[in-house]
T-cell receptor, first 110, second 115 residues
Framework: TQLLEQSPQFLSIQEGENLTVYCNSS?????LQWYRQEPGEGPVLLVT?????EVKKLKRLTFQFGDARKDSSLHITAAQPGDTGLYLC??????????FGQGTRLTINP | GAGVSQSPSNKVTEKGKDVELRCDPI?????LYWYRQSLGQGLEFLIY????????KSGLPSDRFSAERTGGSVSTLTIQRTQQEDSAVYLC?????????????FGSGTQLSVL
């Protein structure tokens, strides 16, 4: 059973376009993190959201945590080739382990 | 070192052999995780160590998999009698003990290939 479902799993768009990646669950999480992973490397944290309804911005990236703390989205404005990578959401609950979604592989074409 | 270190970076083994994968976490990080990542996929949780507490082994896929953490620092993941389906990247991560909201610091992983 996948606790966190990400969609789409694959996305290929042209440079300059906007996109949104979703991370959904039927479970409530105390926090949700987004990571980006490049080939041959481990994932690197982009952001942590902890409050329902919270919105965080990181340059052209906007992250939102759902009001019920069951889902999250990542929106990228004016995508650049450097945004290419595997985007992973991860949810934490109390003292339990951090669980990851299956990832969204994003390709930005010049 | 400043980051999480994993060794070896690549391991090729024959089916049926045992392998040991090593993780050196960041100094002072009491929480340590092992994850498995199949080609281009998300991370599958394997095991979680937190300080002196009993590890959460709920993600280990079979009794061929085991892990230990000595002295609260270095961890070793052992896979016995390897199978071809064990081929994957094994990632180790550590974090500060202050809570789950703290970010995970990942190593670059060990690419395991079972022939």
């Amino acid at each position: 059973t996948q606790l966190l479902e990400q969609s789409p799993q694959f996305l290929s768009i042209q440079e300059g376009e906007n996109l949104t990646v979703y991370c959904n669950s039927s479970s409530v999480f105390s926090s949700l993190q987004w990571y980006r992973q490049e080939p041959g490397e481990g994932p690197v944290l982009l952001v942590t959201v902890v409050t329902g309804g919270e919105v965080k911005k990181l340059k052209r990236l906007t992250f939102q945590f759902g009001d019920a703390r069951k889902d999250s989205s990542l929106h990228i404005t004016a995508a650049q080739p450097g945004d290419t990578g595997l985007y992973l959401c991860a949810g934490g609950r109390g003292a339990q382990k951090l669980v990851f979604g299956q990832g969204t592989r994003l390709t930005i074409n010049p | 070192g400043a980051g999480v270190s994993q060794s070896p970076s690549n391991k090729v083994t024959e089916k049926g052999k045992d392998v040991e994968l090593r993780c050196d976490p960041i100094s002072g990080h009491t929480a340590l995780y092992w994850y498995r990542q199949s080609l281009g996929q998300g991370l599958e949780f394997l095991i979680y160590f937190q300080g002196n507490s009993a590890p959460d082994k709920s993600g280990l896929p079979s009794d061929r998999f085991s892990a230990e953490r000595t002295g609260g620092s270095v961890s070793t993941l052992t896979i016995q009698r390897t199978q071809q389906e064990d081929s994957a990247v094994y990632l180790c991560a550590s974090r500060l003990p202050t809570g789950l909201n703290e970010k995970l610091f990942f190593g670059s992983g060990t690419q395991l290939s079972v022939l």
